[in-house]
């Protein structure tokens, strides 16, 4: 006999939190026995709130417990301005019972005979109990205490589970108090929600410290709290490849016909390119024409700007004779404007997947990497490195190709482009620079580095004119030209 056949089928239940079933790998566990804990403030209650509301039905209603000081009907006042609140669903499919006298009355047999009673009258598929931690609130030795705490949530857990429901415990909890917590110790799943202050940001994270009889995505996911309630951003979303790299891949053209002589025919598709350079020295205008000439020729394009808002971006276009509002009412350009100083790299990057996924583009252009950087919270700017190699890959895996602008200051002997030393993510880089020549300030552009294969080694001269970035000959007649002030050879 197949072991598999035998096994007992595990459903779960969505939480009704985008991307948060991702995390969970697939949803909660049905009739399983949950604690949402976490500090004040972090979210807890909207989350139950979601679960809530995206599991209810006629049929197999829910139960809300509360135990707050203050009625149910105070709490749903300002839960009832999230897009999941359903107002007709209150009282038909979501039942909330107050369990505040049952609580003061210091009895914890009282209140687990109370829940009983209203399971056993409504045989409910979800049930909350918000916040548990109030409920165990008691006075009497610790010894004494701890010991019927621990008998109360056992019973609780082996009876809700015997009627078929799924249960959520709301607490405020330190982490701290993990270790060795009756509550803890018998939940078969655990969410941690967290929040921290940095400098003028703020940054909320969801964790799954436990989940009995399913893989759970490891590591700490940042979420956010909008009118839609919790939003949680995967850090792992999207890192498996779903396109190999193709040694053979047709090349895309930059619209800079120079350029692409240099690259050997253009940029490999799929490929992650970087163009590095001075502040002025044309890196926006190459990015501006790479999009252009993907429109030009059918290819939709989506372009992340930082450092400027989008209809300044589309607007000096026109002053490098492209027409990006043309791709943008033709339905074959995106741009979007990622500017809040507390962004996470998982919310930028599901903006853009989103936004790829909505045109189908072929061509990202994120512009810049400095400012990509100073957008992030000061918490992620930490793992900089971490957080671009996770970006890099899961755009690659859905087969468009990127070109990323960045701003450097150090010299390109080193090829440090940036402090962090990111060079390794890409498989192409090129390089502008300025130079001084007789009293001028000039330009020069050369190909770097290209995985895709080989590509000229020669160091060009260009100029940014109403048409856009134009490439030159060669400078044979100058030596040293990587020192920036090079001399006339003889």
């Known amino acids: 006999m197949d072991s598999s056949q035998s096994r007992v089928r595990i459903n779960v239940l969505p939480t009704g939190a985008p991307d948060l079933d991702i995390v969970l790998g697939g949803g909660i566990p049905e009739y399983s026995f949950n604690v949402i804990a976490g500090a004040p403030g972090s979210g807890k209650t909207t989350l139950a709130h979601q679960i809530v509301f995206a599991n209810a039905s006629a049929d197999r209603p829910s139960l809300y417990f509360t135990v707050l000081g203050e009625p149910a009907l105070k709490m749903l006042r300002y839960q009832q301005n999230y897009s999941f609140f359903k107002p007709d669903m209150v009282e038909s499919e979501i039942r909330f019972i107050n369990l505040s006298d049952e609580v003061l009355s210091g009895d914890l047999g009282s209140v687990l005979d109370r829940i ?3 399971v056993e009258a409504s045989n409910p598929r979800i049930v909350v109990v918000d916040s ?4 165990l609130r008691r006075q009497g030795e610790p010894a004494t205490a701890e010991g019927e705490l621990q008998g109360f949530v056992q019973r609780l857990a082996l009876y809700l589970t015997s009627w078929q429901a799924t249960t959520f415990l709301v607490g405020e909890y330190m982490v701290e108090e993990i270790r060795d917590n009756p509550v803890f110790t018998v939940a078969d799943g655990l969410l941690w929600l967290s929040q921290s202050v940095e400098r003028n940001s703020v940054v909320r994270k969801l964790q799954v410290i436990k989940l009995r009889g399913q893989a759970s995505l490891p590591g700490l996911h940042t979420f956010r709290i909008t009118e839609h309630g919790l939003q949680v951003f995967p850090r792992t979303f999207s890192l498996v490849n779903k396109h190999a790299r193709n040694p053979h891949a ?6 800079v016909a120079g350029l692409d002589e240099m690259m050997g025919g ?4 799929g490929d992650s390119v970087i163009v590095a350079g001075p502040s002025g020295s044309g890196k926006s205008a190459l990015a501006t024409q790479f999009i252009a000439e993907g429109i030009r020729l059918g290819e939709p394009g989506v372009i992340a ?3 400027e808002r989008p209809e300044d971006y589309v607007s000096r276009s026109d002053n490098l004779g492209m027409n990006l509002q043309a791709g943008i009412d033709a339905g074959l350009l995106k741009v979007l404007y990622l500017r809040p100083l507390d962004l996470s790299v998982d919310e930028t990057l599901r903006e853009i997947l989103d ?3 909505s045109i189908d583009a072929r061509r990202v252009v994120i512009d810049s990497m400095n400012g990509f950087e100073m957008a992030l919270a000061p918490a992620f700017r930490e793992d900089f490195r971490e957080s671009l190699y ?3 890959g899961a755009l690659k895996g859905i087969g468009v190709t990127i070109m990323t602008t960045v701003e450097v200051v150090t010299s390109f002997t080193d090829l440090r482009f940036t402090p962090h030393g990111i060079s390794f993510l890409t498989d192409d880089i090129i390089l502008l620079r300025y130079i001084e020549i007789e009293s001028q300030l000039r330009k020069i552009a050369t190909v770097v580095k290209m995985r895709g294969g080989p590509h000229s080694k020669d160091i060009r001269e260009y100029d940014i004119t109403s048409k856009g970035m134009v490439i030159g000959e060669r400078l044979t007649e100058y030596r040293h030209l990587i020192t920036g002030t090079p001399d006339r050879t003889e």
């Not at 548990?132 to 409920?135: G, L």
């Not at 047709?250 to 619209?255: A, H, I, N, V």
């Not at 253009?266 to 598709?269: E, L, R, S, Y």
């Open 116 to 118: 009983v009673r209203e």
């Open 132 to 135: 548990f931690r109030t409920v």
């Open 250 to 255: 047709p090349r895309l053209f930059t619209g």
């Open 266 to 269: 253009g940029v490999p598709a």
């Open 305 to 307: 700007v930082f450092e």
């Open 355 to 357: 936004t790829v996924a």
């Open 390 to 392: 996770r970006m890099v």
